[in-house]
């Protein structure tokens, strides 16, 4: 994760000092007819007016001309670098700065402050007054009124909307609610952390992965990392080490990913894997069901092509339906029974081609036995016993990718007899990564992964 560079990290704390509460609370009214008090206006502490504000219909802004009064008292102040007391003016510039609009109109500042060098180490720096914000050319003013934007943002705007109502631009927000999202999530509480769901989510094309953590009791966040090798997720059973809190989890809910699997069995002694029936199911269809059904229709088009013209002719059509119907049963090989017997009556025709297809009903009944072994609610020896009598049954039909697959049930017993004993599952964790689809989806995808991952938080 990246770490922000000249962003300030307490955005709340700089915006709302008690140094700066007449410029946080200043009124529109205020601001625009430059209310003075003994020539210094209340709203830019330390600063005269130079000029009279300087009115643009066309470009829609209103500018004014500001001068720095309390160089003198900076000028005793020690070198921030060496702590040398002697610093020198050396040029005289004038500093754009950006402020709360004005209904319509952008509030340009132009302030002319000096350049300061150090007799000691030659460092050079602009002087800036209080109410400009240390890292961006606005004022602490419109500062908090970003954020307060941001937080309500979450729900309703976003950073191009935020950017056209304060008149800055969409880099300098970003950067805003980057560091105040770093902030807000750099220490997240592992303490009370007992089961983990561990999945990865897409975010760009050619297979490039974020690994996430949840905590599959809160829902919460507790770690992302771009990739989805186990070597992105060690840093955080780092830090679980580190805290001492290795022990204290109990389960671990996730696919197929050896990686993962060894990962979680190296470091966490206690944990007990549990493999989720969703993506057991993803796996047996994608590896079983559509291969088989692909297999069915190649053969189809081979003997259809095998035959003479006159034959071609006849049976072209009926050939043709064929292959149509084993397309569009694919969802019915993902269903279980008992949801076939619910279906409308153009649907039936489908269930019927599923029945005549004696590999395919093979392969929905089996469907049906995976799904019983977690949700069974059988004691772990009988849930054990029930995977060896699938792969039985397996060997018995002799179909090569369905032994193929129940075999690797037979390796997974351990983790299947953890799902059906324990009852943890993805959901949670799926329904979360719907949500980070979301987000991508309404931004337009993010070319910064390190803030992507900060707003899946």
């Not at 105040?180 to 999530?185: A, G, P, Q, V």
């Not at 079983?288 to 190649?298: G, H, Q, T, Y």
Request: proline share 3%.
């Amino acid at each position: 994760m990246t770490e922000p560079n000249a962003i300030i990290i307490n955005s709340y704390t700089a915006a709302n000092t008690e140094t700066n509460e007449t410029l946080i609370k200043a009124s529109a009214n205020e601001l625009m007819h430059c209310k003075f008090e003994h020539g210094v206006l209340n709203m830019y502490p330390g600063c005269v007016m130079s000029g009279e504000p300087e009115i643009d219909v066309t470009a829609m802004t209103v500018t004014y001309h500001l001068g720095y009064t309390l160089w003198r008292e900076e000028l005793e102040q020690n070198c921030p670098l060496c702590g040398c007391h002697k610093v020198n003016i050396k040029e005289w510039g004038e500093r754009t700065v950006k402020d709360c609009t004005l209904g319509p109109f952008a509030v340009i500042l132009k302030i002319r402050v000096p350049k300061v060098i150090c007799c000691g180490c030659d460092h050079a720096r602009w002087l800036k007054p209080s109410f400009v914000h240390p890292h961006h050319r606005i004022t602490l003013r419109l500062y908090g009124q970003i954020l307060q934007l941001l937080d309500l943002g979450e729900s309703h705007l976003d950073l191009k909307k935020i950017s056209s109502i304060t008149a800055v631009e969409a880099d300098i927000v970003r950067n805003i609610d980057k560091a105040r999202l770093i902030e807000m999530f750099k220490d997240i509480s592992l303490e009370d952390v007992r089961n983990i769901a561990i999945d990865e989510i897409s975010v760009k094309k050619h297979h490039k992965y974020i690994s996430v953590i949840i905590d599959a009791d809160t829902r919460r966040l507790l770690y992302a990392a771009y990739g989805r090798k186990k070597d992105d997720l060690r840093p955080f059973f780092d830090r679980l080490k580190e805290l001492g809190l290795l022990d204290q989890i109990e389960g671990a809910v996730m696919d197929g990913n050896c990686g993962y699997q060894n990962l979680v069995k190296e470091l966490c002694p206690n944990a007990k894997i549990v493999l989720d029936l969703f993506h057991c199911l993803q796996q047996f269809n994608s590896e079983v069901a559509d291969a088989i059904r692909l297999d069915k229709i190649k053969d189809l088009r081979k003997e259809l092509g095998a035959m003479d013209a006159g034959e071609y002719q006849q049976k072209k059509s009926e050939y043709k339906k064929r292959i149509k119907d084993l397309r569009q049963s694919k969802w019915l090989t993902y269903m279980g029974s008992d949801k076939l017997n619910t279906l409308e009556e153009s649907q039936k025709d489908l269930v019927e081609t599923l029945k005549q297809n004696k590999s395919l009903f093979t392969i929905s009944i089996f469907g049906d036995h995976i799904r019983d072994l977690w949700h069974s609610g059988g004691t772990p020896e009988q849930v054990e016993t029930a995977i060896k009598n699938l792969y039985s049954q397996a060997e018995a039909t002799e179909i090569p990718l369905l032994i193929r697959f129940c075999k690797k049930l037979k390796d997974w017993s351990c983790y299947i007899i953890h799902a059906a004993t324990t009852g943890l599952n993805t959901s949670i964790l799926e329904g979360c990564n719907a949500k980070f689809k979301t987000i991508k989806r309404v931004a337009y995808s993010f070319r910064d992964i390190g803030y992507y991952i900060l707003k899946m938080h």
